[in-house]
Antibody, heavy 124, light 107 residues
Framework: QLQLQESGPGLVKPSETLSLTCTVS??????????WAWIRQPPGKGLEWIGN???????YFNPSLKSRVTMFVDTSKNQFSLNLGSVTAADTAVYYC????????????????WGQGTLVTVSS | AIQMTQSPSSLSASVGDRVTITCRAS??????LGWYQQKPGKAPKVLIY???SLQVGVPSRFSGSGSGTDFTLTISSLQPEDFATYYC?????????FGQGTKVEIK
């Protein structure tokens, strides 16, 4: 059974870079046919899609974050990662990693499974 | 970017009630919409994809309908474990966008 687990610092200073890793178990991040995604949720608020990455490296990012986001896949560690630069208090959120099918936009799709989420607080 | 508007933002209901949540897209997204359930402190879980297809393992009291810009999630008979927050998600085009959520509370 595929499982995802986020890890990374729980506290990041303003203007620094938030770095998170999602470790995949029970399956391979190199599997064809899947995107690996990051989604976040500020405390008490709704969900925001951050972006997707394919094992080959192709990416799609939310334009609202695109200038600050990078994503990587490390097939040797069966992990994928998120870097979000120049963070502010508005980036405080629970960050989730998830899988979705690698199909073209417009083809029915879903996120699942999800990691349990990790809270990142931006504060000095 | 496509905007997703959910209503209501919250509702109170009793066990056994029929509950309906709506989601409106700012432009035509055909049937490329999903519904997710989130319980406090937990990750969301997909209930419905392609507007009306029930994900494996999801109880049949959940159903989805709609196409184009207007969509509905219905819970036919609310159960205690259904008290949660529900989100729609448009999968039609990037950037993907969630609705703002509907919190279903106990009356």
């Amino acid at each position: 059974q595929l499982q995802l687990q986020e890890s990374g610092p729980g506290l990041v200073k303003p203007s620094e870079t938030l770095s998170l890793t999602c470790t995949v178990s029970g399956g391979s991040v190199s599997s064809t046919g899947y995107y690996w995604a990051w989604i976040r949720q500020p405390p008490g608020k709704g969900l925001e899609w951050i972006g997707n990455i394919y094992s080959g490296g192709s990416t799609y990012f939310n334009p609202s974050l695109k200038s600050r986001v990078t994503m990587f896949v490390d097939t040797s560690k069966n992990q994928f990662s998120l870097n979000l630069g120049s963070v502010t208090a508005a980036d405080t959120a629970v960050y989730y990693c998830a899988r979705r099918l690698a199909v073209a936009p417009g083809v029915p799709n879903w996120f699942g499974p999800w990691g349990q989420g990790t809270l990142v607080t931006v504060s000095s | 970017a496509i905007q997703m508007t959910q209503s209501p933002s919250s509702l109170s209901a009793s066990v056994g009630d029929r509950v309906t949540i709506t989601c409106r897209a700012s432009q035509d997204i055909r049937n490329v919409l999903g519904w997710y359930q989130q319980k406090p402190g937990k990750a969301p879980k997909v209930l419905i994809y392609a507007a009306s297809s029930l994900q494996v393992g999801v109880p049949s009291r959940f159903s989805g309908s709609g196409s184009g810009t207007d969509f509905t999630l219905t819970i036919s008979s609310l159960q205690p474990e259904d008290f949660a927050t529900y989100y729609c998600l448009q999968d039609y085009t990037y950037p993907l966008a969630f609705g703002q959520g509907t919190k279903v509370e106990i009356k």
